[in-house]
């Protein structure tokens, strides 16, 4: 079927001027170009040493006539035309530094009469007038000289008067137009075949836009609907202020109206100069100067869309080089060429009607063999270059010849050109490689079994409603696609197991169809439709699809339309396709019994198990139940066993459970729905259903926390203490195993073990459901499991206690302290109150330092809470080394520390002076030391010496005996 891609629509536009009168162009410095073939070639003979305007005219069979600067005026010959009075044209009203000096027209009737049009500029260049403003002159063929002129249409503007003229055909083959503007308004000339109309001054189209610069570029699009100005002003700022502006052109009365402005900020864009619509009147190209240094400036071309309803926002960059201003104009051929000042050759746009991301830019792409290119390029009437496009004959507004067409192969493209027919026109449609192809009709039929893909042309040979012969060109490529190829398919058969058995209507899932229908590699979309939708307009809903007419021996299979659609060439192909419904109940099947998961079971060092509540299962083992049952009816070399988890899905074949069945996880009660087909069909033969019932894993008790058990130290052989592990699950049918450090304990099967070792004890609780007590085989079995810490501990066993007296110092005395066990010990000094133990570096000993005069014991406990043991009392004692006896409650006597206890039974002591005198004698078991006094006599500070007995209490220890001396100190309180 044939789909042709979207085109662009274009106005139309009759011809009357065929585009050989633009084959010549002279520009530049000497510069020259013929397009007699199509394609430019170089021209050296030109005489033109123009900066910018300049003009070129040939005659309607492409035969040079005449080229101007707007200053002299040369012919076919090269030779400076002369007024009729002799006087040669070498003085003319342009000037070679106005932007388009000059505009050739011809007379739309009389072939002999040719008008040039000029406009000056202000800038006094090489000879010339100062703005002499817009003037034109009449031209007479064969005489070769200038009959008349020149002809002022400026009036009193002409100072004021810009450098931009352009020319278009008016609504009917024997009328041009010729527009300039000054200020904010434009002045459209009507020329017909009694000349250039100037009965009365022609009434301006007045625009809300003031030209702020008389230079750069004014256009109008060969479809004569569109005018647009580039107002350059590269004043008041790097780049200047000037704008470029779009209007609405009427070739009817000439009216300019509805400016846009399109490019707004040429500070940063550039200033426009150079305009030109592509040959379509679908693109306007417009060139900018940006001054990027000092002397040096860049080249800008940007593309609008003119077919976009905001034409502003189309802006894109085609190129930016180094350059000076460009002129811009489209030729014959279609393409835009591009002049880059001082260059020895021409820039070309390939393909202006495309879109900017498609235009091709060829820098330097046409070599003027020497010669070198300034800012202009020759002007000519706008609608020379207007096309004749060939059109579907069906919509004449659908534009085929702008782009490849692609068809389908079974259709049939009708195209005519789109000027109307014509009682003198000949038409010749030809084929490239293909001399057979001649076809002299207008309309034009092609297709796949005639003529097939190619470029076809199309030449038109016609005499106008003016009397002028005319030769027409146009080219139009097609390509044939082919059809998407449909494979036939088999009846597609449905159990009818919804909700209303034996209706004959079910679902169902057509797109399981489509890998079947389609097996190429082309991106398609496939649709299915009722055969009464012929428009194919509403696609079924194939994902979930009822008949709508039962399927039974009065209807016949249920028929639909598959329309497969090829998305890149649009072209689809159809094909019939056809339902039934078999009338199916459902088969019940035993329901399958399964543990519920452990999240656990893949975590390291889990301690138990956790029930997650679902499971999962392997599917091939009901198969094989399934066949084993069916007494031979079905087999896995015969059938396809496909399992859903609901009903809809079993109809409808989505969603299938599939391997690996790991990844499929089921809750309690689950319906699971079993759909039995034959190898090699998708037709539904059986449906089962059963559910899944998932039990619960038996938990066994356990303890985070670790178990204690206190043996003997030191620990008897064999082990006689225990401690009771609960692992009871409530259930007194379930069983049990349990495991030390991974080792199974042989026998133990109860709930409670008698546990007599440290290590991690692990429990299993097994349950046995039976799921049918009809079936002695029918049960499941879960196991779930528990774990315990049990740690052996028992009380310290001191093994040794050394301490250092140091009895001059009530420091530095220590008690370090030894033991054995296999405890977790920690000690206390003299104070076992819990928050008094401290733990040591070591376990087994520890180190008292600082330890006070006197009476001291040390405690030490097990911290698992297996008992605690004390020292035995430790006494050290601390000579004084001075007293201050002046009551402020500080030494104020001398005595030694730490024998107001029972350790000793007898503390004597003698205090002589330095000269050995006995002072005095204590009894310091009953007095509390010497106050330093003598007879009632306070003794002077000095040295005083001591000779002390201690008498232990205990029998068999021995006496100390200890002399030195100490230091008396008055002070005054």
């Not at 449905?494 to 034996?502: K, L, Y």
């Not at 007995?949 to 008396?968: D, Q």
């Amino acid at each position: 079927m044939k789909n042709l891609l979207s085109l662009f629509l274009i106005c139309i536009a009759l011809n009357t001027f065929a585009q050989k009168e633009a084959n010549f162009w002279y520009f530049g410095y000497n510069a020259g170009l013929d397009f007699s073939t199509g394609e430019p070639t170089a021209l050296t003979d030109g005489l033109l040493n123009t900066d910018e305007g300049c003009s070129t005219i040939s005659d309607k069979d492409g035969n040079l006539l005449f080229y101007t600067d707007g200053i002299i005026l040369y012919n076919k010959n090269h030779e400076i035309v002369k007024f009729s009075d002799g006087t040669p044209a070498n003085n003319l009203a342009g000037n070679s530094s106005s932007t388009q000096s000059a505009l050739f027209v011809p007379n739309p009737v009389n072939e002999n009469i040719y008008y040039l049009f000029t406009v000056g500029t202000d800038y006094v260049s090489r000879g010339g007038t100062r703005n002499p403003g817009f003037n034109y002159y009449t031209i007479n063929k064969n005489l070769g000289e200038i009959i008349e002129g020149p002809i002022n249409l400026a009036g009193s503007l002409s100072q004021l008067w810009s450098e931009k003229v352009t020319a278009v055909q008016g609504e009917s083959c024997d009328s041009f137009w010729i527009i300039s503007a000054v200020n904010n308004q434009f002045y459209s000339y009507k020329i017909t075949e009694t000349g250039v109309d100037v009965a009365g001054a022609p009434l301006p189209s007045t625009t809300n836009y003031n030209l702020v610069d008389k230079r750069g570029y004014l256009k109008v699009s060969p479809d004569g609907k569109k005018l647009a100005m580039a107002d350059f002003n590269k004043l008041g700022g790097n780049n200047g202020n000037g704008k470029l502006v779009l209007f609405d052109f009427d070739n009817r009365t000439g009216k300019v109206s509805r400016e846009v402005q399109i490019l707004t900020n040429p500070s940063i864009d550039g200033a426009p100069y150079g305009v030109e619509f592509s040959q379509n009147s679908s693109k306007l190209y417009v060139t900018t100067l940006e001054s990027i240094s000092n002397n040096r400036y860049q080249n800008n071309i940007y593309q609008f869309d003119l077919r976009n309803t905001n034409i502003a926002r189309t802006k894109t960059k085609i190129i930016s080089q180094i350059g000076y201003r460009s002129g811009l104009q489209l030729a014959s051929n279609g393409k835009i060429y591009v002049s880059i000042p001082g260059e020895s050759t021409l820039d070309v746009i390939e393909n202006p009607n495309d879109n900017a991301t498609n235009v091709i830019y060829k820098r330097a792409a046409i070599p003027l063999a020497g010669k070198i290119a300034s800012q202009g390029l020759p002007p000519f009437i706008q609608s020379f270059f207007s096309p004749v496009n060939i059109v579907d004959s069906n919509d004449i507004s659908r534009t085929l010849s702008d782009k490849k067409q692609e068809v389908c192969i079974d259709e049939t493209l009708n195209v005519v050109p789109e000027i109307a027919d014509n009682p003198s026109a000949v038409y010749k449609w030809t084929k490239e490689g293909d001399p057979s192809v001649n076809v002299n009709t207008r309309l034009f039929s092609i297709s796949s079994t005639n003529f097939g893909s190619g470029v076809y042309k199309l030449e038109i040979t016609i005499t106008d409603d003016c009397g002028r012969y005319k030769k027409f060109n146009s080219t139009l490529e097609v390509h044939f696609n082919t059809l998407p190829a449909i494979n036939d398919i088999p009846v597609y058969e449905q159990c009818d197991f919804d909700d209303n058995r034996g209706d004959f209507t079910t679902n169902f899932n057509l797109k399981i169809l489509e890998p079947e229908l389609y097996s190429e590699s082309d991106n398609v979309t496939i649709d299915f439709f009722e055969v009464s939708d012929t428009s194919f307009l509403s696609p079924v809903n194939k994902n979930n699809y009822i008949n709508t007419v039962p399927t039974n021996a009065t209807n016949g299979n249920h028929k639909l339309i598959v329309k497969i659609t090829n998305t890149a060439t649009q072209c689809f192909n159809t094909k019939e396709i056809e339902l039934k419904v078999n009338p199916s109940g459902i088969n019940t099947y035993k329901d399958i019994y399964k543990s519920e998961l452990d999240t656990n079971a893949n975590t390291s060092n889990a301690i138990k198990s956790n029930g997650s509540g679902n499971t999962f299962y392997n599917f091939d083992v009901k198969t094989n139940q399934i066949i084993a049952s069916s007494m031979g009816s079905l087999s896995l070399t015969t059938h396809n066993f496909k399992y859903y988890k609901n009903r809809d899905d079993a109809i409808l074949q989505i969603n299938e459970i599939e391997k690996p069945f790991e990844n499929t996880l089921f809750s309690n009660n689950d319906d699971i729905f079993v759909r039995i087909s034959l190898k090699g069909s998708r037709d539904c033969q059986s449906i089962g259903q059963f559910k899944i019932k998932v039990r619960e894993l038996p938990i066994p008790q356990g303890n985070t926390t670790t178990q204690i058990l206190c043996v003997n130290n030191p620990i008897d052989n064999p082990q006689l203490i225990s401690i009771n592990l609960n692992a009871n699950t409530g259930i007194a049918t379930d069983t049990y195993k349990w495991y030390l450090n991974n080792t199974e304990i042989i026998g133990e099967n109860n709930a409670i073990l008698q546990a007599k070792a440290t290590g991690t004890y692990k429990v299993e609780a097994i349950r046995n459901y039976k799921n049918d007590i009809t079936d002695p085989l029918d049960n499941t079995i879960c196991v779930g499991y528990n774990t315990f810490t049990v740690l052996e501990s028992n009380a310290a066993v001191i093994e040794n206690v050394s301490f250092l007296d140091n009895q001059d110092k009530t420091i530095d005395n220590s008690i370090t302290i030894k033991v054995s066990g296999i405890g977790n010990y920690e000690y206390a000094l003299n104070d076992n109150s819990s928050t008094n133990f401290k733990k040591g570096t070591d376990n087994l000993s520890y180190t008292f330092t600082n330890v006070p005069a006197g009476l001291n014991k040390v405690f030490i406990r097990d911290r698992n809470e297996c008992g605690e043991i004390s020292t035995k009392e430790i006494s050290f004692i601390y000579f004084q080394r001075h007293f201050t006896p002046n009551e402020d409650g500080f030494f104020d006597t001398w005595k030694i520390q730490g024998i107001d206890n029972n350790f000793y039974k007898e503390a004597s002591l003698k205090i002589f002076d330095r000269l050995g005198r006995l002072l005095k004698i204590i009894d310091l078991k009953k007095e509390n030391g010497w106050n330093g006094t003598l007879n009632g006599k306070l003794l002077p500070s000095n040295d005083y010496w001591y000779n002390a007995v201690l008498i232990p209490s205990k029998a068999g220890e021995k006496p100390i005996k200890k002399t030195g001396h100490f230091s008396l100190i008055r002070r005054k309180n």
